[in-house]
């Protein structure tokens, strides 16, 4: 069974922006993580991802305290944790 991380542990979240307009997308992410983070180095070191194509958004490990301070910055949308999905596979189903 798996433990609940404690309430000041830090855990993987997917933060979902708005498109940048006049800026590279990742530098948008670094600029908007550093000001929960308190840095854009220590943002460059807690970025694990910077989602461009699809969607912009980076993934990064954040408290819970810097969830909830990450939430109320301009143009974050959604800030939601990550999760790891295993796909099963035996007779009969498809892989995808």
């Not at 069974?1 to 933060?15: F, T």
């Not at 991802?49 to 993934?59: C, D, P, R, T």
């Not at 909830?68 to 995808?96: A, F, Y």
């Amino acid at each position: 069974m798996a433990q609940n991380p404690s309430k000041s542990e830090a855990s993987v979240h997917i933060i979902y922006t708005e498109q940048p307009e006049h800026e590279e997308p990742e530098a948008y992410h670094i600029r908007t993580l550093a000001s929960v983070v308190g840095s854009e180095d220590a943002a460059r070191v807690a970025i694990l991802y910077s989602y461009k194509h699809a969607a912009s958004g980076f993934s990064a490990k954040l408290t819970p305290e810097q969830v909830s301070e990450m939430s109320k910055q301009p143009g974050v949308l959604q800030v939601v944790p990550s999760r790891t999905l295993q796909l099963h596979s035996g007779p009969g189903r498809m892989h995808v």
